[in-house]
């Protein structure tokens, strides 16, 4: 029923105005992403403007939500996006393996934090959660939310490796539980990434959390999310399931490095009708 | 910012609101045409009974076209055409039989955005039902029964399958095109002619299929499709020169074509009405079974015989999934079906709705709590809100009686054992469901239901190759896989 619930609410025909609203949302949703062994400053840098201006010629276009880079790379993007309202997103605890030692990973916390992360991107222990070891798991995120400080946390369950819809549930329950401020599917390491159907199953964890905690968690989606369509089906994935209330980056984020052109490609054919070059669009 | 502030819950305003704007199909795809006649051997034609009925939109009651009306005179053309068709159609080399259905399946597919339409706008189901449920299974059943027609003597081995000669066949407004492939396929298949009598509210997209036929290279008289009311479907099941009734409808109907029958050599099965019992364990995926349970009831506005319509809740997870089922409702898009984002539509006709109603009233007056959530319905057409009843008891009427429209009547049970008892307490038995993560539970509730389907973990699942029916009250005959060819032949038991 999971992918028969995510198979209708595909079919949704969302356009114009309501396609619009959908597109501007996104972008102001994103944490624009660069995660390669093969990063620079410069391309760091690159990214960070792309990310406070993402259209150059049209200043009504959202900044994005975050820069999200590895640890060496913070300080290069605190330095950019100081005093813009986009904020700098750190992976940590050895992403994407997260097979390191707890103190190491408390360790780079608090190093990202410092060198001026806003939002920490931890992956959990997927060995020791498909061994059952739930209480290190949890043991963990909660080190780790503690070594945030009050930066705020996203948890990787990388859903790619669960296995099951339950396995899916029981680590956003258990991330939620040990103080995740959102929940991610993905790292973008490992197929599949995000898909729909276990962003339904945590949007429906969120929401059963919430009922019973009244704690807000919010929902972030990464990997694979290339397209304008996508992104507006996950959309209505989350307005159906959390409401509107859910519908603000400060909520949902979409993890993803290729969806901002497609985004703003989408919106200047909404305007024009035409689809234009993607040369007119930026590449950082 | 702080963490706090980073989450912090938006409160009131500045919380955005995403309405979906209205995505309109074109209703002009349907192309009707402003009177459509009977279609008799091979052709329009007339109504010798010089009557003529209007078919409306129900979603905005409009009128849509002028039908003929089949009288006594036209039924007994339209048997007389089939009579003359049988001999050659029963002749003719299987593999020639086969092709032309076929190429019908293949008709149906490529006019399937066409006969959507047509259907959304005869009847008032959601385009999106229409489009990604009833369409691709009536070329499914196109399809899968064109493959049995070369190969009957394989399905019934070590006899000679002979068809039965003249069907007539009286199909429900629920599903309109669907229920007359059900019908029409087996039927032609095992090389039968037919006689059909679509529902008066909704003759258009039958009148179209057999145009489609016609095209398919199906030989006139082969099936024929005469429209008209309660009085045409009497006239047709009670013709001396049709061998074999087949009837979906009400229970009532069905027992008054049986009493009809007796005596008369004619053979027949009946799928009439069902009160089908959902039954949610308190260890089943709670949401997955929510999806379960609406598809089970608003699917088609509840029109729809196999619906889940009393939900039996095991009392120690019955507010937690009444309070999940309540969020869910108020997500479902009620209004004109030909938007593509609508969930729910229109009722099929006035009196329809007014059954509905009627029922409604009787259970808020019986003493359950009724609830719908907040939705606006359309000034014009005929609309009810989805709509659950709690503290329901097994005697009121809303628990025993086919309402056949959204309304889904809650009760609660402490052990499997009251579920069964309670699940088969009605005269009906047609569907039921059940939700449990244990499979041993599932086969003993199968083994005790008395109902002719049973789904697990999912509802209202169909396909070409299952037989479908009911036991009781329900009617018997299979329509669907081997089971539905031999309702159809001759000498397979």
Same mark, same amino acid.
């Given at each position: 029923?999971?992918?028969?619930?995510?198979?209708?609410?595909?079919?949704?025909?969302?356009?114009?105005?309501?396609?619009?609203?959908?597109?501007?949302?996104?972008?102001?949703?994103?944490?624009?992403?660069?995660?390669?062994?093969?990063?620079?400053?410069?391309?760091?840098?690159?990214? *960070?403007?792309?990310?406070?201006?993402?259209?150059?010629?049209?200043?009504?276009?959202?900044?994005?939500?975050?820069? *999200?880079?590895?640890?060496?790379?913070?300080?290069?993007?605190?330095?950019?996006?100081?005093?813009?309202?986009?904020?700098?997103?750190?992976?940590?605890?050895?992403?994407?393996?997260?097979?390191?030692?707890?103190?190491?990973?408390?360790?780079?916390?608090?190093?990202?934090?410092?060198?001026?992360?806003?939002?920490?991107?931890?992956?959990?222990?997927?060995?020791?959660?498909?061994?059952?070891?739930?209480?290190?798991?949890?043991?963990?995120?909660?080190?780790? @939310?503690?070594?945030?400080?009050?930066? *705020?946390?996203?948890?990787?369950?990388?859903?790619?490796?669960?296995?099951?819809?339950?396995?899916? @549930?029981?680590?956003?329950?258990?991330?939620?539980?040990?103080?995740?401020?959102?929940?991610?599917?993905?790292?973008?390491?490992?197929?599949?990434?995000?898909?729909?159907?276990?962003?339904?199953?945590?949007?429906?964890?969120? /929401?059963?959390?919430?009922?019973?905690?009244?704690?807000?968690?919010?929902?972030?989606?990464?990997?694979?999310?290339?397209?304008?369509?996508?992104?507006?089906?996950?959309?209505?994935?989350?307005?159906?399931?959390?409401?509107?209330?859910?519908?603000?980056?400060?909520?949902?984020?979409?993890?993803?490095?290729?969806?901002?052109?497609?985004?703003?490609?989408?919106?200047?054919?909404?305007?024009?009708? @035409?689809?234009?070059?993607?040369?007119?669009?930026? /590449?950082? | 910012?702080?963490?706090?502030?980073?989450?912090?819950?938006?409160?009131?305003?500045?919380?955005?609101?995403?309405?979906?704007?209205?995505?309109?199909?074109?209703?002009?795809?349907?192309?009707?045409?402003?009177?459509?006649?009977?279609?008799?051997?091979?052709?329009?034609?007339?109504?010798?009974?010089?009557?003529?009925?209007?078919?409306?939109?129900?979603?905005?009651?409009?009128?849509?076209?002028?039908?003929?009306?089949?009288?006594?005179?036209?039924?007994?053309?339209?048997?007389?055409?089939?009579?003359?068709?049988?001999?050659?159609?029963?002749?003719?080399?299987?593999?020639?039989?086969?092709?032309?259905?076929?190429?019908?399946?293949?008709?149906?597919?490529?006019?399937?955005?066409?006969?959507?339409?047509?259907?959304?706008?005869?009847?008032?189901?959601?385009?999106?039902?229409?489009?990604?449920?009833?369409?691709?299974?009536?070329?499914?059943?196109?399809?899968?029964?064109?493959?049995?027609?070369?190969?009957?003597?394989?399905?019934?081995?070590?006899?000679?399958?002979?068809?039965?000669?003249?069907?007539?066949?009286?199909?429900?407004?629920?599903?309109?095109?669907?229920?007359?492939?059900?019908?029409?396929?087996?039927?032609?298949?095992?090389?039968?002619?037919?006689?059909?009598? %679509?529902?008066?509210?909704?003759?258009?997209?039958?009148?179209?299929?057999? =145009?489609?036929?016609?095209?398919?290279?199906?030989?006139?008289?082969?099936?024929?499709?005469?429209?008209?009311?309660?009085?045409?479907?009497?006239?047709?099941?009670?013709?001396?020169?049709?061998?074999?009734?087949?009837?979906?409808?009400?229970?009532?109907?069905?027992? =008054?074509?049986?009493?009809?029958?007796?005596?008369?050599?004619?053979?027949?099965?009946?799928?009439?009405?069902?009160?089908?019992?959902?039954?949610?364990?308190?260890?089943?995926?709670?949401?997955?079974?929510?999806?379960?349970?609406?598809?089970?009831?608003?699917?088609?506005?509840?029109?729809?015989?196999?619906?889940?319509?009393?939900?039996?809740?095991?009392?120690?997870?019955?507010?937690?999934?009444?309070?999940?089922?309540?969020?869910?409702?108020?997500?479902?898009?009620?209004?004109?079906? $030909?938007?593509?984002?609508?969930?729910?539509?229109?009722?099929?006709?006035?009196?329809? $709705?007014?059954?509905?109603?009627? $029922?409604?009233? #009787?259970?808020?007056?019986?003493?359950?709590?009724?609830?719908? %959530?907040?939705?606006?319905? %359309?000034?014009?057409?005929?609309?009810?809100?989805?709509?659950?009843?709690?503290?329901?008891?097994?005697?009121?009427?809303?628990?025993?009686?086919?309402?056949?429209?959204?309304?889904?009547?809650? $009760?609660?049970?402490?052990?499997?054992?009251?579920?069964?008892?309670?699940?088969?307490?009605? %005269?009906?038995?047609?569907?039921?469901?059940?939700?449990?993560?244990?499979? #041993?539970?599932?086969?003993?509730?199968?083994?005790?239901?008395?109902?002719?389907?049973?789904?697990?973990?999912?509802?209202?699942?169909?396909?070409?190759?299952?037989?479908?029916?009911?036991?009781?009250?329900?009617?018997?005959?299979?329509?669907?896989?081997?089971?539905?060819?031999?309702?159809?032949?001759?000498?397979?038991?």
């Amino acid at each position: 029923m999971v992918e028969e619930r995510v198979a209708a609410l595909a079919t949704r025909s969302i356009k114009r105005e309501a396609k619009m609203w959908a597109l501007r949302t996104a972008i102001s949703m994103t944490d624009l992403t660069t995660l390669e062994g093969m990063d620079t400053k410069e391309k760091v840098r690159q990214l *960070c403007h792309k990310g406070i201006r993402p259209d150059p010629t049209d200043a009504s276009i959202p900044s994005v939500a975050a820069v *999200c880079v590895y640890p060496n790379l913070v300080g290069t993007a605190a330095e950019v996006l100081e005093d813009t309202s986009v904020r700098v997103a750190a992976v940590s605890t050895y992403f994407p393996s997260g097979q390191a030692p707890l103190d190491l990973k408390v360790a780079e916390t608090r190093r990202v934090v410092a060198d001026g992360a806003d939002e920490v991107d931890m992956v959990i222990d997927r060995g020791a959660f498909l061994a059952g070891d739930y209480v290190k798991v949890f043991a963990e995120v909660a080190a780790v @939310r503690e070594a945030a400080g009050d930066a *705020c946390l996203k948890v990787i369950l990388e859903t790619g490796e669960l296995g099951s819809y339950d396995n899916v @549930r029981r680590a956003s329950m258990l991330a939620m539980a040990a103080g995740a401020d959102f929940i991610k599917t993905s790292t973008g390491k490992v197929s599949p990434a995000a898909t729909p159907a276990v962003t339904l199953v945590m949007l429906e964890s969120i /929401r059963d959390f919430y009922s019973n905690t009244g704690r807000v968690v919010g929902m972030k989606p990464a990997g694979g999310i290339g397209s304008a369509k996508q992104a507006i089906r996950w959309l209505v994935l989350l307005n159906e399931t959390l409401g509107v209330e859910w519908m603000t980056p400060r909520r949902f984020r979409f993890g993803a490095s290729s969806l901002l052109n497609d985004l703003l490609m989408q919106i200047r054919w909404l305007e024009t009708e @035409r689809y234009q070059s993607p040369d007119y669009f930026t /590449r950082a | 910012m702080a963490r706090q502030d980073a989450l912090a819950p938006r409160s009131g305003t500045g919380a955005p609101m995403w309405e979906y704007r209205e995505s309109r199909e074109n209703p002009a795809l349907a192309g009707i045409r402003d009177r459509s006649g009977l279609w008799i051997n091979g052709e329009e034609t007339e109504p010798l009974s010089g009557r003529w009925f209007s078919t409306i939109d129900p979603a905005t009651e409009e009128h849509l076209s002028m039908v003929a009306e089949a009288g006594p005179a036209d039924v007994d053309r339209a048997v007389g055409a089939a009579r003359e068709a049988v001999a050659g159609w029963a002749a003719m080399p299987v593999a020639e039989r086969a092709k032309s259905l076929f190429r019908l399946a293949r008709l149906v597919q490529e006019r399937s955005r066409e006969l959507a339409v047509l259907d959304t706008r005869d009847g008032g189901k959601p385009i999106r039902e229409a489009r990604d449920v009833d369409l691709p299974l009536v070329a499914a059943h196109f399809f899968y029964h064109a493959g049995w027609a070369d190969k009957l003597e394989y399905a019934f081995p070590g006899v000679e399958p002979r068809p039965m000669g003249v069907v007539g066949q009286v199909i429900p407004w629920n599903f309109p095109l669907l229920m007359a492939a059900w019908k029409v396929a087996p039927a032609l298949a095992t090389g039968n002619t037919v006689v059909l009598k %679509p529902a008066e509210t909704t003759p258009l997209s039958a009148l179209r299929l057999a =145009e489609i036929a016609a095209e398919a290279g199906l030989p006139p008289g082969v099936l024929n499709v005469i429209p008209g009311a309660g009085e045409t479907g009497a006239d047709l099941v009670g013709h001396r020169g049709v061998d074999k009734v087949a009837f979906t409808g009400s229970t009532q109907v069905g027992k =008054e074509i049986r009493r009809r029958l007796a005596g008369s050599g004619k053979a027949l099965t009946l799928e009439l009405g069902g009160k089908g019992a959902h039954v949610i364990f308190d260890d089943a995926p709670l949401d997955q079974a929510v999806e379960g349970v609406v598809n089970g009831i608003f699917f088609n506005q509840g029109q729809v015989c196999c619906a889940g319509s009393r939900l039996l809740v095991q009392e120690s997870v019955a507010s937690e999934f009444v309070d999940r089922l309540r969020r869910r409702l108020s997500t479902l898009r009620v209004g004109d079906p $030909l938007d593509k984002n609508t969930d729910v539509g229109a009722i099929n006709s006035a009196a329809h $709705l007014e059954r509905i109603t009627e $029922l409604v009233e #009787s259970g808020q007056e019986e003493g359950a709590l009724i609830y719908q %959530p907040p939705c606006e319905l %359309p000034d014009r057409g005929f609309w009810f809100p989805p709509t659950l009843f709690t503290d329901v008891s097994q005697s009121h009427r809303i628990a025993r009686e086919e309402i056949f429209g959204p309304v889904l009547s809650i $009760l609660t049970f402490r052990t499997p054992g009251e579920a069964v008892e309670r699940a088969n307490n009605t %005269p009906y038995g047609l569907a039921s469901g059940v939700w449990t993560s244990k499979g #041993s539970r599932i086969l003993w509730m199968a083994d005790r239901l008395a109902a002719g389907v049973v789904w697990a973990n999912t509802y209202n699942k169909f396909d070409p190759a299952s037989p479908f029916g009911g036991v009781r009250e329900s009617g018997f005959g299979r329509e669907g896989g081997r089971h539905g060819l031999a309702a159809y032949l001759r000498g397979v038991g």
